[in-house]
């Protein structure tokens, strides 16, 4: 029996996706915006990857880093560890299956059971588990998983965008479909993440300009100032 029993339920997360937003951590894009981009503009929303976490996280002791949520709390379930646990193990699965398509004719897609991956103590955060995953190696996962399929992406064309997989619960999907998702899914936690952070450490500090004009340099969120 695991102590997060009950407390895997991401319908109960995206019912609390709209609540105590701040402006150092907004809501992230709906999937339904994120369809209506280009595949070039999805891709350079891709490519803001782990950018999106907070970087405090490290900052956060073991037992925070351990801390399940209440539903009362309205910042998701989840222990930070686990999401970035579910987030490197969801890029691997977005990935695979991606190629797949590429690779094969229409071909049939595994489920991934997250709550199994869960209640399993992977990610740790289970009672009685000695299992404690460094964060560190799971945001590298991320980090780099998500630059190895950008990198694939962007040799794809037009007709490779809308090549299909069969899932076993949604039935055919595309490539395209799948990148939305995978864009879609990380920035979608990484709210809960930045919530969870914001709790214990404060809002998120606003970066300041490098320079008067912004620096430009890449991954600096400076700009001109006014």
């Known amino acids: ?91 691997m699965v977005f990935a695979t299956r991606i190629r797949k398509i590429y690779a094969e004719e229409s071909p049939t897609l595994a489920i991934f059971d997250e709550h199994a991956f869960v209640d399993s103590a992977i990610y740790g955060c289970t009672q009685g588990s000695t299992m404690s995953p460094p964060i560190g190696g799971d945001v590298a996962t991320i980090h780099t998983l998500r630059s190895w399929l950008i990198a694939f992406l962007y040799q794809l064309d037009a007709s490779d965008w809308e090549r299909t997989g069969l899932h076993p619960d949604h039935g055919p999907v595309s490539i395209h479909t799948l990148a939305v998702y995978n864009c879609w899914h990380l920035e979608r936690h990484a709210w809960f993440i930045n919530a969870k952070t914001e709790r214990f450490l404060g809002p998120r500090p606003v970066p300041e300009a490098c320079s008067d004009s912004g620096c430009s340099k890449p991954g600096c969120q400076c700009g001109p100032q006014e």
């Not at 609540?19 to 350079?44: F, M, R, V």
């Not at 002791?61 to 379930?77: F, H, K, R, V, Y």
């Open 1 to 91: 029996m695991t102590n997060m029993t009950n407390q895997t339920n991401q319908t109960n997360q995206s019912q609390n996706l709209t609540q105590d937003q701040t402006q150092s951590n907004p809501s992230p894009t709906s999937i339904k915006a994120l369809k209506q981009l280009t595949t070039d503009q999805l891709i350079a929303r891709m490519r803001i990857g782990v950018e999106s976490i907070d970087p405090r996280i490290f900052e956060l002791s073991n037992e925070q880093l351990d801390q399940a949520w209440t539903p009362d709390a309205n910042i998701g379930l989840w222990p930070i560890r686990v999401v970035l646990g579910h987030l490197a193990d969801v890029e």
